[in-house]
């Protein structure tokens, strides 16, 4: 059976339904997510074969019939949430950790009774993309930068759902084929600028068109939430990378000696 994975922007658009911030409902953001991947097939007639032939996992069902006014996630609805996006590599154990010692005052206690709120989860999913390239302390202290208040997030520079929708918009923008690597285009490379260089100017100047476009930011604020944006971007890269590098580590360890 094929696997049901988001996009991290398919996921910021996923969450903002469930939080009320977009005419589309969750339904909806998880059609378009399941045709985009597979236009020919629907094209050619044959949706209800793909789709049989696809996992849906418990979760989308869950959150596809859940109430809107009961929106609350367990610690065990975000795992499993967040591990339907690609290249993630989520896990319970470290989840509560996070929440209950590590950062949890960046993350707060549940607040909708014993269940986190969609905004939270867009916390933890951020947390989880920096872990590629930040230890935990370095993401505390990266995120106090712009999360001032868990308890009044009007403190906040942006919403963890507008911060995490914001660097996935810009990673997919800046990957126009889809194949997790950031596109540097060589007809712009000079005799004096580096490929990594160019990444680094492109990615840097897109988020400084997102921070600045922030209303009621003074420019230390919007350097704050910019350098967010580019540490999230390339940590998501360098999740891509681990990611490969461990399947074929995976590979050489299984197919050695086999007969």
Request: proline share 3%.
């Amino acid at each position: 059976m094929e696997t049901f994975h988001l996009t991290r922007w398919e996921m910021s658009q996923l969450l903002l339904s469930l939080n009320g911030q977009s005419e589309k409902a969750p339904k909806n953001i998880l059609q378009e997510a399941w045709a985009k991947s597979h236009r020919e097939l629907i094209e050619g007639g044959q949706s209800l074969g793909a789709f049989i032939s696809t996992a849906l996992p418990p979760i989308f069902e869950k959150l596809m019939n859940m109430n809107p006014s009961d929106l609350g996630l367990s610690l065990n609805d975000i795992v499993s949430l967040g591990s339907q996006i690609e290249y993630n590599h989520f896990a319970l154990t470290a989840v509560q950790n996070w929440v209950k010692r590590d950062l949890k005052e960046i993350i707060g206690a549940p607040k909708l009774g014993k269940k986190y709120s969609i905004e939270q989860a867009a916390i933890l999913f951020i947390i989880e993309d920096l872990r590629a390239a930040l230890d935990l302390e370095s993401i505390r202290k990266l995120l106090l930068l712009i999360f001032h208040d868990f308890d009044d997030q009007a403190k906040d520079l942006i919403s963890p759902i507008d911060l995490y929708a914001g660097y996935s918009r810009i990673f997919e923008e800046l990957d126009q084929n889809n194949d997790q690597v950031l596109d540097l285009q060589s007809s712009h490379l000079s005799k004096d600028k580096k490929q990594d260089h160019l990444m680094e100017t492109m990615i840097k100047k897109k988020a400084d068109e997102f921070a600045s476009s922030l209303p009621g930011l003074n420019s230390e604020q919007q350097e704050a939430v910019s350098n967010t944006l580019v540490i999230a971007m390339l940590s998501v890269q360098t999740t891509y990378f681990q990611t490969l590098a461990k399947r074929f580590l995976n590979a050489s360890l299984f197919l050695h000696n086999l007969r």
